[in-house]
């Protein structure tokens, strides 16, 4: 089976590529060689961050490379890596008040709801909506917006206002799951009962067991739902 | 107070004061030559204790196409009351000549307030409305 | 009830959350539900003062955006934007009044937000919640007060974003009298600050305490020389300057009487027997004087 070829331009040279290629792939099929710029390939790590140009659009795009399709004549660019200030802090010393904002991220507050970060982040998230929580000092908001975000930083390369998005989110959903965030009590009870031996001799017997045995009780097992 | 400009003795006024003059009109969108030097709005002012040259000055400054006024303070100072604006006989606005003026510094790249210089002690009492006004007003 | 559109601003979310509680704890009682528009954004604080400058209009105009949106829906009966703090209120009206102007910078600024569910259509009105009590009247207000605060001496302070410029202000710019009808409605005594409507100094507060801290400390002597007890204020700025910087106003100027600074819906929510427990951080601490007044009161907030 053959695939045709399409046009793109990477570094705005021209390159022939299979139809159906993602950015990565096409940059493996052409032989770079990538040190930089790729990662887990499975859309989660955030490493291969690209902005590309559709023909006829004049609208810049974001993109991770291993998910975005190439299209004919799409102009492509990576970025490997956006530089941000970090905040240095022991989590312990901290309070959940909109004030660590302050202390850490200030540039925060130039924020102008332009709506820019938004536009360009790769994983569709609210990053304004987000953005805008922290400053109200929603920690809950931040953090439930900004879960799938995977730091691939476009949102900061764009921004107007010059504030790194991933950072003060990252900062909220630390807060947020230590101080805020309900405790779930079930999982520390279980361990309680785990390290008290309670499941100790039922586990005994089990590893006991030949596979004939082990596969009997498997099939036999009671099922205390319903499958329809 | 203001020794540094009333060393200016001799104006001669070439094309480029008249450039600047008009590019502060454009962006301030007021007619600077109205201004007659009254000096109320130098008067109303709360901030004039502090600036290194009057807001009539300043306007003056605008009107002569003196690029000099962008070294000065005073426009930094201003708090953006509006006491100027309202009590102005000619009814020019000087709270947006000195917003002009910022924004030619501002989009130079040149910032007034260095974030970095918050303490936190500082961090932890100011208010929201503070800072973001203060980071529209003074960081480019 | 009548439902209107609310938006309490940053500030009132952080810092001032003593301002929003009490605010909507006393529009209630008198008969209005602020309804708080979903998703709204910061909007800037300060107006952009320079002809070309559209990014700084963006912020104020997905607000209204918002209220469009709102009132698209069956949540509020009157359409009007009422908004509780000063500096919100000065940059909203006038990014409203902007684009009502020049609708070349309307539409490009709808161009822009295209991602919006619709474009802004430029007929939003925005009321600040002042205005809003001047309507119901202080006739209304007084009738509906329990504890009269009789004896208490109130030193009114308006700030500049309520007053200027002409076409913003919600009273007369030179003598403006709403504050004092509500603090007289409440049954207390209206003292006369002959510096009630100076700048406090505003955002310079962030890089020049000691010019705010004159400034102050000149605001407060001239509520003390006009024996007031308390000072009133409707903007989250103007009370942590007056309040906050009076620890400066005192270490530079040995003379300085401390008065506290309260918000003009808390004086209110005490009066109407909403309570007193809205919280809040003081420097100068405001519980002292207003336990007086509690010891009639039942619980707060």
């Known amino acids: 089976m053959t695939q045709d070829l399409i046009p793109i331009y990477i570094y705005s040279r021209k390159y022939y590529v299979p139809e159906g290629s993602t950015i990565i792939t096409a940059l493996e099929y052409l032989g770079f060689k990538l040190k930089k710029g790729v990662g887990c390939k499975e859309g989660f790590c955030g490493a291969c961050a690209s902005l590309y140009r559709l023909k006829g659009d004049y609208k810049l795009k974001g993109g991770l490379g291993c998910q975005t399709v190439v299209q004919p004549e799409m102009q492509i660019v990576q970025i490997p890596f956006v530089p941000a200030p970090k905040a240095i802090y022991k989590i312990e010393e901290l309070q959940p008040d909109s004030e660590i904002f302050v202390r850490y991220y200030p540039e925060l507050y130039r924020c102008l709801s332009c709506n820019t970060c938004t536009k360009i982040c790769p994983q569709e998230l609210q990053v304004m909506d987000f953005v805008q929580a922290a400053v109200r000092g929603d920690f809950e908001q931040v953090a439930n917006l900004s879960f799938d975000c995977i730091m691939c930083g476009l949102c900061s390369a764009r921004c107007p206002a010059e504030i790194t998005q991933f950072n003060v989110a990252m900062l909220a959903r630390r807060i947020y799951g230590k101080y805020l965030m309900k405790k779930s009590t079930f999982l520390e009870q279980r361990l309680k009962e785990i390290e008290s031996g309670k499941y100790e001799e039922g586990y005994r017997e089990l590893m006991s067991l030949s596979q004939e045995e082990l596969k009997n009780r498997y099939f036999q097992r009671e099922i205390d739902f319903q499958i329809t | 107070m203001n020794e540094r400009f009333l060393r200016i003795k001799r104006i001669v006024l070439g094309p480029r004061n008249r450039e600047f003059s008009k590019k502060v009109e454009e962006l301030s969108g007021e007619t600077v030559n109205l201004c007659e030097q009254c000096g109320t709005c130098s008067g109303s002012c709360p901030m004039v204790g502090e600036m290194d040259i009057t807001p009539s000055f300043m306007m003056r400054m605008v009107q002569l196409g003196e690029e000099e006024v962008l070294e000065s303070k005073t426009f930094w100072i201003c708090a953006s009351c509006y006491t100027c604006s309202v009590r102005c006989p000619r009814g020019i606005d000087p709270a947006k000549v000195a917003e002009a003026l910022r924004q030619i510094k501002l989009r130079a790249a040149l910032d007034f307030l260095d974030i970095s210089k918050i303490t936190e002690e500082e961090a932890k009492t100011l208010p929201q409305i503070a800072l973001v006004a203060a980071l529209r007003k003074f960081t480019g | ?301």
């Not at chain 3, 802004?120 to 002042?130: A, C, D, K, P, S």
């Not at chain 3, 903007?235 to 506290?260: G, T, V, Y």
């Open chain 3, 1 to 301: 009830m009548t439902r209107m559109p609310y938006y309490p601003g940053c500030t009132l979310k952080t810092k001032a959350q003593n301002y929003d509680l009490s605010t909507r704890a006393v529009f209630r009682e008198l008969g209005v539900d602020l309804v708080e528009l979903p998703r709204w954004n910061c909007c800037g604080a300060v107006f952009s003062l320079v002809t070309d400058d559209l990014l700084r209009q963006v912020a104020p105009i997905t607000n209204l955006i918002r209220v469009q949106e709102l009132q698209g829906t069956d949540s509020v009966d009157d359409p009007r934007l009422v908004v509780p703090c000063a500096m919100c209120f000065n940059v909203l009206k006038r990014a409203n009044a902007r684009m009502k102007d020049n609708p070349e910078d309307l539409k490009k600024i709808n161009d822009f937000l295209y991602l919006e569910s619709q474009p802004y259509r430029g007929e939003v009105q925005i009321i600040h919640t002042l205005e809003l009590l001047k309507e119901i009247s202080a006739k209304r207000i007084k009738e509906q007060v329990k504890f009269p605060l009789l004896g208490l001496k109130v030193s009114p302070y308006y700030g500049c974003n309520l007053l200027r410029p002409k076409d913003v202000a919600i009273d007369n710019p030179e003598n403006p009298s709403i504050l004092e009808g509500i603090t007289e409605a409440l049954g207390a005594k209206v003292v006369f600050n002959n510096r009630r409507l100076r700048c406090c100094g505003s955002y310079q507060t962030v890089s020049e305490k000691g010019l705010v801290a004159d400034l102050v400390y000149d605001i407060i002597k001239g509520a003390a020389r006009a024996g007031a007890d308390l000072i009133i204020t409707a903007c989250p700025l103007c009370s942590f300057n007056l309040d906050w910087r009076q620890k400066e106003a005192m270490e530079a100027h040995s003379d300085h009487k401390l008065i506290p600074v309260i918000y003009y819906t808390e004086l209110m929510a005490l009066a109407l027997g909403i309570g007193n427990g809205f919280g809040g951080e003081h420097f100068v601490d405001p519980q002292p004087l207003l336990q007086k007044f509690l010891e009639k009161e039942k619980g707060g907030i």
